[in-house]
């Protein structure tokens, strides 16, 4: 989502104007002020882009070298690399198999004397088990940051999503439903964490004379600002199209023996960031990847998100994925997800064209399961 060019020249003017390009600029502080009231949080950070708030997230409870954060392996590279990158040990528990987010009971299997720290992760929008994760923290005494890339704007009975566990990331990455381009943010509950991460996103400068902690630089410039405060005006526009647009794909996919659609959360709002699905091969009569072959060949491009999963990946091959059955439920998962085309500028025809696929795909009923 790109604001208007004309409305975001006459705020480049008057950066040129003012000669303040970064390093906490107007625009930025409005910014900050602009998502306290929109996440519904006291404290948000703005920073260059996700992948740097989800560092310093880590980074604000100094948590001892080696000591291990426990994830989801159904998420995106940045998660487990920025808990390696902190020097901590990135330890991976099953997913729920109905919201496919961090399962509580996986996490409580996978605790050592060295777990510090859970990392839950509201994949596709759909919110961790809040209370299981909490209940679990509270009696290990663990930390718990949520990385909420795919959840801008959520709410949870009406609390925003920003103000759950000890701190949240953000991405405001051009993927995303609210973007500045790059960017990204942490959100907490409490308003005194502010200092302690600014400090982190500005070398742990505190004035001319004194760096009293070890920061990066992590801060957004005036220009991301500008685009993050003109954006703000226009993605409830954009949400309420993919809303529909899920209305529409909803009528005629829930009538698809083997298709499962994305959860229903009572008193959680939707972030409609994406649109995934569960393919059950057996049930519908072709695979995931069947059915990502045969939208390609009409020119609709899926993606099968998220596809390999982080314990696929050479730096983490050799982690185990705790869980209580056999065999991890995030591996069958992760062969039947696909997330359908899912923003404004999906047309009806568009619609149509994939509906077409689906009953096409499974009318063949040709799927025969590996031997």
């Known amino acids: ?205 505190k004035n001319e004379e004194e760096v009293i902690d070890v920061g990066i630089n992590g801060k957004m410039n005036e220009i991301q600002a500008a685009i993050g405060l003109l954006n703000l005006d226009l993605y409830r526009a954009e949400q309420q199209a993919r809303a529909s647009l899920r209305t529409k794909y909803n009528e005629f996919l829930s009538g698809f023996d083997g298709v499962s659609l994305q959860v229903d959360q009572p008193g959680v709002s939707r972030s409609e960031q994406y649109y995934p699905l569960r393919i059950d091969a057996t049930r519908f009569g072709a695979s995931r990847d069947d059915l990502y072959s045969h939208l390609k060949d009409v020119g609709i491009f899926a993606r099968k998100y998220f596809y390999p999963i982080c314990t696929d990946f050479t730096p983490y091959m050799s982690c185990p994925i705790h869980c209580l059955s056999k065999i991890p439920v995030v591996e069958t998962l992760k062969n039947q997800l696909i997330c359908l085309p899912f923003h404004s500028r999906v047309t009806n025809e568009d619609v149509e064209m994939i509906r077409t696929v689906f009953a096409n795909t499974a009318q063949k009923r040709q799927y025969q399961p590996a031997l």
């Open 1 to 205: 989502m790109l604001p208007e060019l004309g409305a975001l020249a006459k705020m480049i003017g008057n950066i040129w104007e003012s000669g303040i390009v970064t390093n906490h600029g107007p625009y930025h502080e409005l910014l900050e002020e602009r998502l306290c009231e929109e996440l519904r949080v006291p404290t948000a950070m703005l920073f260059n882009n996700g992948t740097s708030a989800l560092l310093a997230a880590l980074k604000m409870f100094d948590l001892e070298p080696g000591a291990e954060v426990i994830t989801t392996p159904l998420t995106f590279a940045a998660t487990p690399h920025s808990i390696a990158w902190n020097g901590l040990t990135p330890v991976f528990a099953d997913v729920d198999p109905r919201t496919m987010t961090l399962d509580p009971a996986a996490v409580r299997k996978a605790i050592t004397p060295r777990t510090r720290a859970i990392l839950g992760v509201h994949t596709y929008g759909t919110v961790c088990d809040l209370d299981g994760l909490a209940e679990v923290s509270q009696e290990f005494g663990l930390k718990i940051i949520y990385d909420a890339a795919h959840a801008f704007s959520v709410t949870v009975n009406g609390a925003g999503i920003g103000g759950f566990g000890d701190a949240t990331a953000f991405s405001f990455h051009a993927t995303k439903l609210y973007t500045t381009i790059e960017g990204g943010a942490i959100t907490t509950p409490n308003m005194i964490d502010a200092r302690k991460i600014y400090m982190l996103r500005n070398f742990g400068i």
